[in-house]
Nanobody, 125 residues
Framework: VQLQASGGGLVQPGGSLRLSCAASGSTLKRWNVGWFRQAPGKQREGVAWISAGDGRTYYGNFVKGRFTISRDNAKNTVNLQMSRLNGEDTAVYYC???????????????????WGQGTLVTVSS
């Protein structure tokens, strides 16, 4: 599967943004898909995960109800709707996919073997 992340940009604090991860070469519903982010000088961290098949979801603790991950099977995409953004959300966001997970919650980057190129989200006034 090949992944392409899009939707990043500049947004004011408190604003919203929707990221999209488009897949080619495979049906994305078969895959576990995670969103990760990496801010300058920081390690990559897991943002959200949606499971293959039944679409269970899990989020990083810092999300606190602000983000929603979802599938659009018709478009073969996984989206990340982000709201109430703040400066700490500034980062490059990546989507990733793996067929089978060892862990239960899909937020460990080391488990993923297919990555998109990243899209920059900047939260600033």
């Amino acid at each position: 599967v090949q992944l392409q992340a899009s939707g990043g940009g500049l947004v004011q604090p408190g604003g919203s943004l929707r990221l999209s991860c488009a897949a080619s070469g495979s049906t994305l519903k078969r895959w576990n898909v995670g969103w990760f982010r990496q801010a300058p000088g920081k390690q990559r961290e897991g943002v959200a995960w949606i499971s293959a098949g039944d679409g269970r979801t899990y989020y990083g603790n810092f999300v606190k109800g602000r983000f929603t991950i979802s599938r659009d099977n018709a478009k073969n995409t996984v989206n990340l709707q982000m709201s109430r953004l703040n400066g700490e959300d500034t980062a490059v966001y990546y989507c990733a996919a793996v067929e089978f997970l060892v862990t239960a919650q899909g937020l460990y980057a080391e488990e993923y073997n297919h990555w998109g190129q990243g899209t920059l989200v900047t939260v600033s006034s």
